[in-house]
């Protein structure tokens, strides 16, 4: 198949793959005034209504091809309740009475606030719709954009707001998109909160009548809560009845807002955060807003999640020129090992070990630049510390590359410490408040990325690093959210754009340096998983979902992470014990068979490893190497999924092509001699024949047969019984010919 570099929204929000058009998706029906989408298994339609309003009519599992779509023409409910609450509006203007959540407030400079948004003319081309719509009476233009993926029915849609007035016009808010749920009263919402170390914990609540917002104020993605959502109906399980998932492709403040409204619908609303939000139009400007993308499965969470998943490796990860993104290199990385007491002996002593077990990249982590010997210095001097490393970092380079590695450097380039030589000589370019002081997160305070000067200084800083020394990859982190966000420099009208122009700005500096480097790769982290989103990942290949490595904790977090985001970018490492986080003690095996699911990292002090330890680590090097392709781009299978009275984790992994499985079983302790349930695999070939055999090279238990068909082994199963705590086994099925 060819592929084209597409814009789903304006390319200078999220630049994304997306297949060259072939047969349509996309129609329009003159006569009933209806828009239809159709992908995958997912029909999306909506309509101009009687009165010009766009009215969403459908959004599930697809419909044949000439189903009659007609929706009712809905007027008020009451005279409390007037048609703008009533009508599932796609995009719902604050006016006209409206009480629900608007997908678009603004304010002009003689004061109106009532914005009615109207049907003006459309544009249907392949798999993609445009509609324009425009206020009453005053040229306030919006071009909705609707997308579908035709393999996966995910569909893409952005705003663009456009002032063509000769007065100035204030946005409050704007939103990506809004979708409607019809009326039901047992939807359940899923999504996930969290902090610092403890990221991707799930919520599982009923969407009854109120609201249930989830948002970002902190100017970046954050994790208090992700950018995510499922929802689903009462009776939808794991693997079966309708999911409906969504996420947003921005990495700054973001909103989602969930509310059944006053006929019982649901509707979803999504975009920039309207905290502290004011964007202020020109004559002639218009602002994007991110996009906002869903997919709907009837094949359960997992379903929908398997959908996300492919969507995201086919059209949203870089591919670098393959049909896919590359396959993730197993990485070491010196963080837990040395913190910041990083030299060039010590490095090397550690490449050397890292070599040994297979490790193909080598990333040496925080505390090479400036005066950077604690949180406390050096933020902004990027330049290489001649006290640890006075030769330079091409000695160190060299040698991993000649270990067969390449090489990977850790960067914070949003930040600065204010004990740093680019404060002292640039202290404007902090975000802050004139004569106010400034809050510090880990002593560190943000750059003011919204200023042109500051893009191009750090996109210039980065530029010379890799060019001046051969680096693979950079593991890009941010380590605090923002406070006091001001831009005393810019007209007091526009400096509350910065939550825009930040972000817009960030965007540019990566795709930029990608462009200069094509073959670097980045990893997002930001304390662990702040800034995970779409938005990221379009130019990220990969993403540090936590901090927290106890490999029992992590199950937990990696659970939460691929309810919408792919294995494919979710970077895993086997680190000490007891671990950090929770003084833990697990073997070398269960902190392998945790981190093997996602992309494989090794973050220990390998100084300490004995032979023991190393010839293990070989071991599962090398099994992973075996797996990795499953893993990364197979489907995800949650076999069972850890409770209060189940402490067992047995996710599944299938190949594409079938032919390959990987299977982890993991349990956190076992009790009173219990048997432990039969595991039924999923999603292999029913007729053929595979052999099974563990990770770890050892013998399976005799209730296992050594080959069955793939039948056997979904509908049979796989009887293994772990004994202890924190125990585990990987095994691998292998298509027979
Ligand atoms: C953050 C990251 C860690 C590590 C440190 C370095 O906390 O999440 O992985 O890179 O910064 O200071």
């Known amino acids: 198949m060819m592929w084209v570099l597409r814009a789903l929204c304006p390319m200078a929000v999220l630049p994304i793959l997306m297949p060259a058009p072939a047969a349509a998706q996309a129609s329009y029906d003159a006569a009933a005034r209806i828009f239809r989408l159709d992908g995958g298994d997912v029909t999306y339609a909506f309509k101009v209504n009687a009165t010009g309003i766009l009215q969403s009519v459908y959004w599930g599992r697809r419909l044949p091809d000439r189903a009659p779509l007609a929706a009712p023409e809905l007027s008020g409910l009451s005279g409390f309740d007037v048609a703008a609450n009533v009508v599932p509006q796609e995009y719902a203007g604050q006016g006209g009475g409206l009480y629900a959540e608007p997908a678009l407030k603004v304010t002009y400079a003689d004061g109106n606030r009532d914005l009615v948004l109207y049907y003006r003319s459309h544009e249907v081309r392949g798999d993609e719709v445009r509609v324009t719509l425009s206020d009453l009476d005053r040229p306030l233009f919006v071009t909705l954009t609707y997308r579908i993926d035709r393999s996966t029915g995910v569909i893409a849609r952005s705003a663009v707001i456009e002032n063509r007035g000769a007065t100035d016009v204030r946005v409050d808010q704007a939103a990506a998109a809004g979708y409607t749920l019809p009326v039901a009263y047992d939807y359940r919402l899923h999504y996930s909160t969290g902090r610092w170390a403890a990221e991707w914990t799930l919520q599982d609540r009923a969407l009854t009548a109120g609201s249930t917002v989830l948002e970002s104020r902190r100017g970046s993605t954050g994790s208090q809560n992700n950018p995510w959502f499922t929802i689903t109906r009462g009776d939808t399980t794991e693997e079966n009845g309708p999911a409906w998932i969504g996420a947003l492709a921005w990495s700054g403040s973001w909103r989602m807002t969930f509310d059944q409204d006053v006929t019982g619908r649901i509707r979803v609303t999504g975009g920039y955060n309207p905290f502290d939000f004011a964007y202020r139009l020109r004559p002639g400007a218009r602002l994007e807003t991110p996009t906002f993308f869903t997919g709907f499965s009837d094949r359960g969470r997992g379903g929908a999640s398997r959908l996300f998943h492919r969507f995201q490796r086919e059209h949203v990860l870089p591919h ?332 599944l992994y299938v190949a594409a092509d079938r032919s390959q499985a990987a299977l982890f079983t993991l349990v956190g302790s076992t009790n009173k001699l219990d048997v432990m349930p039969t595991i039924n695999l999923r999603g292999l070939d029913p007729d053929a024949q595979y052999r099974i055999e563990a990770m770890d090279g050892t013998a399976l238990p005799a209730t296992v047969p050594a080959r069955a068909s793939g039948a056997y082994w979904m509908n049979h199963g796989v009887d293994v019984t772990l004994r202890g705590d924190f125990q585990g086994m990987g095994m691998i099925l292998t298509r027979v010919r």
């Not at 997160?441 to 800083?461: E, I, K």
Request: charged content about 25%; proline content about 5%.
């Open 320 to 651: 670098h020129g393959g049909d896919l993104p590359p396959l993730r290199k197993v990485l070491y990385n010196s963080w837990e090992a040395t913190e910041f007491k990083v030299d060039e002996a010590g490095q090397l002593a550690l490449a050397e070990r890292a070599a040994k077990l297979g490790v193909e990249r080598f990333v040496m982590d925080d505390g090479w630049f400036g005066q950077r010997n604690s949180d406390k210095a050096g933020l902004g001097d990027w330049t290489v510390n001649p006290a640890k490393f006075p030769r330079g970092l091409t000695p160190l380079i060299d040698r991993v590359k000649a270990l067969g590695m390449d090489f990977g450097l850790w960067v914070e380039p949003e930040m600065i410490n204010a004990d740093s030589d680019l404060y002292r000589a640039h202290p404007d370019w902090v975000m802050g408040f004139k004569e106010r002081p400034r809050t510090e997160g880990r002593n560190q305070l943000v750059l003011n990325l919204a200023r042109t000067d500051v893009r191009d200084h750090v996109l210039a800083v980065l530029d010379k690093l890799v060019s001046e020394n051969d680096i693979a990859f950079l593991k890009w982190d941010y380590n605090r959210n923002w406070s006091e966000p001001g831009w005393p420099d810019a007209d007091v009208a526009d400096q509350q754009t910065i939550y825009v122009a930040y972000v817009r700005n960030l965007y540019w500096i990566i795709d930029e340096l990608r462009k200069r480097h094509p073959g670097l790769e980045i990893e997002s982290c930001s304390g662990g998983g702040g800034r995970v989103d779409l938005g990221i990942m379009a130019r990220t290949d990969q993403v540090w979902p936590s901090d927290n490595t106890d490999p029992f904790d992590r199950m937990l977090i990696q659970d939460g992470f691929t309810q919408a985001y792919a294995p494919a970018a979710m970077m895993a490492w086997v680190t000490d014990s007891p671990n950090w986080v929770n003084r833990r003690q697990t073997t070398l095996s269960f902190r392998f068979l945790s981190a093997m699911q996602g992309g494989l990292g090794i973050g220990t002090n390998l100084n300490k490893w004995g032979d023991t330890e190393m010839a293990t680590a070989r071991y599962y090097v090398a099994s992973y190497k075996r797996v990795r392709e499953t893993v990364q781009r197979g489907d995800l299978y949650r076999l069972n999924r850890a409770n209060a009275a189940d402490q067992r984790w047995t996710n």
